[in-house]
């Protein structure tokens, strides 16, 4: 499965902003997704996931009650979206696609990465 992501830009801190994330392919309902973002000199670290087809999501501490993680099978699209926005939500936004998700290694349920889409916070 190919990802691309979308939905980036530059937003003042308080703001939102909503990511997409289209996949190819027909086998999109069997995979779980994820976002991951990466800020400038850190590590990616896990941001959100959501399961196949029971709406099951799971968040990292630092973004509950301000993220929401979303899909839509029928179009292939995994969404994030983002409220009040902080400037340390800066970071490229990656989103994936996997077999499992692994609440304490997120990263290794995920077989399929897009490219990022930079989001910038300002203060």
């Known amino acids: 499965v190919q990802l691309q992501a979308s939905g980036g830009g530059l937003v003042q801190a308080g703001g939102s902003l909503r990511l997409s994330c289209a996949a190819s392919?027909?086998?999109?309902?069997?995979?779980?997704m994820g976002w991951f973002r990466q800020a400038p000199g850190k590590e990616r670290e896990f941001v959100a996931a959501?399961?196949?087809?029971?709406?099951?999501?799971f968040y990292t501490d630092s973004v509950k009650g301000r993220f929401t993680i979303s899909r839509d099978n029928d179009k292939r699209t995994v969404y994030l979206q983002m409220n009040s926005l902080k400037p340390e939500d800066t970071a490229v936004y990656y989103c994936a696609a996997g077999n499992y998700y692994s609440s304490s290694y997120p990263e290794r349920g995920m077989d399929y990465w897009g490219k990022g889409t930079q989001v910038t916070v300002s203060s």
């Open positions: 959501i399961s196949r087809s029971d709406g099951i999501t």
């Open positions: 392919g027909r086998t999109f309902s069997t995979y779980v």
